[in-house]
């Protein structure tokens, strides 16, 4: 059963860019959807932006700042975000599920399984 580890948050100022990764342990995405999703304290799990058969996806708070991409392997998805603001301060977490066990993968249901998280905090 494939793990996900999230790495790559830290501590930015508003404006810089960040590159987050989720790596795959034991196996790849190739049978799964992939999806980025984060949740700011007090507040409930937001999906951001999923890979699938269809492709990539995102959501409306995610397009136009954030791109999610693979590696040639297809054990490590990437999610790069560009002028983050304070707003984006959250723990950013990488789930998957069965690729024939959903109807959308930005949605938090859906998800079967789920990495750790990693910390982004932006300051202003």
């Known amino acids: 059963e494939v793990q996900l580890v999230e790495s790559g948050g830290k501590l930015v100022q508003a404006g810089e860019s960040l590159r987050l990764s989720c790596a795959a342990s034991?196996?790849?995405?190739?049978?799964?959807?992939v999806g980025w999703f984060r949740q700011v304290p007090g507040e409930g799990r937001q999906g951001l932006s999923c890979l699938s058969t269809s492709g990539f996806d995102y959501s409306d708070s995610a397009k136009g700042r954030f791109t999610m991409s693979i590696n040639n392997a297809r054990d490590t998805v990437f999610l790069e975000m560009r002028r983050l603001k304070p707003e984006d301060t959250a723990v950013y977490y990488c789930a998957t599920v069965n690729e024939r066990d959903y109807n959308d993968c930005l949605q938090t249901y859906e998800m079967e399984r789920w990495g750790k998280g990693t910390l982004v905090t932006v300051s202003s």
């Open positions: 034991g196996d790849t995405f190739d049978d799964y959807a």
